[in-house]
């Protein structure tokens, strides 16, 4: 079983930054779905950003889009996500995930992932 460690959490001001990073435990082959969602109390899980390793395809929940951005680091075998201009709405634990195969149309699905970090929080302040 793949292991996540998510790290980069924090408490930022709105228009402010932050970096997550997802450890992985193991080097992985090449078809598979990376993607942050995250989870704010009372909400339902959701997907933030996906990135398929086989061909760099990139997806964005609408929400994100123009302000995050999702990237691999092969020589570390991390996955980030930059945050840029945060807005109080952000505020949610955010978790690392993966499962084999392309990430496709359903990259947001949740119950496709197998292996799940134990996320880290990030919060916004107006």
């Known amino acids: 079983q793949v292991q996540l460690v998510e790290s980069g959490g924090g408490s930022v001001q709105a228009g402010g930054s932050l970096r997550l990073s997802c450890l992985i435990s193991e080097i992985l082959g090449i078809r598979n779905c990376l993607a942050w969602f995250r989870q704010a109390p009372g909400k339902e899980r959701e997907g933030v950003a996906g990135?398929?390793?086989?061909?760099?395809?990139?997806y964005y929940a609408d929400s994100v889009k123009g302000r995050f951005n999702i990237s691999r680091d092969r020589a570390e075998n991390t996955v980030h996500l930059q945050m840029n201009d945060l807005k109080p709405e952000d505020t949610a634990k955010y978790y690392c995930a993966r499962h084999t195969g392309p990430c496709g149309a359903s990259w947001d699905r949740a119950a496709r992932f197998d292996s799940w970090g134990q996320g880290t929080q990030v919060t916004v302040s107006s």
């Open positions: 990135l398929y390793t086989s061909g760099g395809w990139h």
